[in-house]
């Protein structure tokens, strides 16, 4: 699978990586893993990124991210853990300098796009997918890179919760902690460390939360109004599907925050007996059978009757 990635990377000198816009633990890991990686084989590799979540800023080399594209040209964008080109952290202009494009991607429904393709959606993580290529093209993973793997497939498995974990990735963990990747540190600063506006964040979810079928579904709207006044920064404000979805007998937990663009943006998680990125592609978005999700441009009340009514057939 990786021999076609590996002819245009051998040919390319100037790279960008990108992930999908509002990255999150495993589109970081990935993008800046295969940077690092590049780079150590001499190529002149850079990460694209707008913004991130300041949880992610103890990460070593994340300020070094570029917002733009300073060539005129470049030989190869490499994009991950994005299923569409249209969700990825770039600008049209930009996006249209690279004489090639390589995606790597573990979605379930994906829109390829690139010149070369590497897809596995039996894998919980993009990082995992980056790992293997790595490995192939026989760079040795330091701790730097090893942080930046872990993190993308940690933060995709729910700390290996999630049934979506592989034998495969367990295996991958274990050399990055064979090779002294500080799991420990990495897992604190993500899981148990938050800001006191996320911690207000989360008290208004649950204080909005509303409960339908039984409690088979949980549902929260968040106003884009009551983030900024709560001081969370717009990047802060995810991650509250797993709160909503904790109470037994829960089966689908939908967060809905407003954002600064006027649009919504919504979250599904499931325990697993619905398939929410059915749902989600439904609305025109993607994800995994846990978790997934889509951007609500009309009006809310009229989506949100929609939204409960296709998961009240499910559930």
């Keep these: 699978m990786f021999s076609k990635a590996k002819e245009l990377i051998d040919k390319s000198n100037s790279i960008y990586i990108v992930g999908h816009i509002g990255p999150d633990g495993d589109s970081i890991g990935s993008a800046f893993s295969m940077c690092l990686a590049l780079r150590k084989i001499g190529k002149n590799a850079h990460v694209l990124m707008q913004q991130c979540s300041d949880s992610f800023m103890f990460l070593p080399h994340i300020k070094e991210a570029r917002k733009t594209v300073e060539e005129e040209s470049y030989d190869l964008l490499v994009c991950v853990d994005s299923s569409n080109n249209d969700r990825l952290d770039i600008s049209k202009e930009d996006y249209n300098k690279a004489k090639s494009i390589l995606m790597i991607d573990h979605h379930k429904k994906v829109n390829p796009y690139g010149d070369v393709n590497c897809i596995v959606e039996d894998l919980p993580a993009a990082s995992e997918i980056v790992y293997n290529l790595i ?145 989600a592609i439904h609305f025109g978005g993607g994800g995994h059978v846990r978790a997934a999700g889509y951007t609500i441009t009309g009006d809310l009340e009229t989506e949100k009757q929609k939204l409960i009514e296709i998961i009240g057939g499910k559930v």
């Design 135 to 279: 490995n192939y093209l026989d760079i040795k993973i330091d701790k730097d890179i090893g942080a930046y793997i872990y993190t993308g497939l940690m933060t995709d498995t729910g700390s290996f919760n999630y049934s979506s974990t592989r034998p495969s990735t367990l295996m991958a963990t274990a050399k990055l902690v064979e090779i002294g990747v500080d799991f420990s540190y990495i897992c604190d600063k993500l899981n148990h460390t938050l800001k006191e506006p996320k911690l207000k964040l989360i008290a208004k979810t649950i204080d909005n939360m509303e409960v339908y079928f039984n409690g088979k579904l949980r549902y929260s709207y968040v106003p884009y109004e009551d983030i900024v006044s709560l001081g969370v920064e717009e990047e802060d404000a995810e991650g509250m599907t797993n709160y909503l979805r904790m109470p037994e007998g829960t089966e689908v937990s939908v967060y809905i925050r407003g954002k600064s663009d006027g649009t919504k943006k919504v979250s599904m998680r499931s325990g697993g007996n619905v398939d929410v990125s059915e749902i």
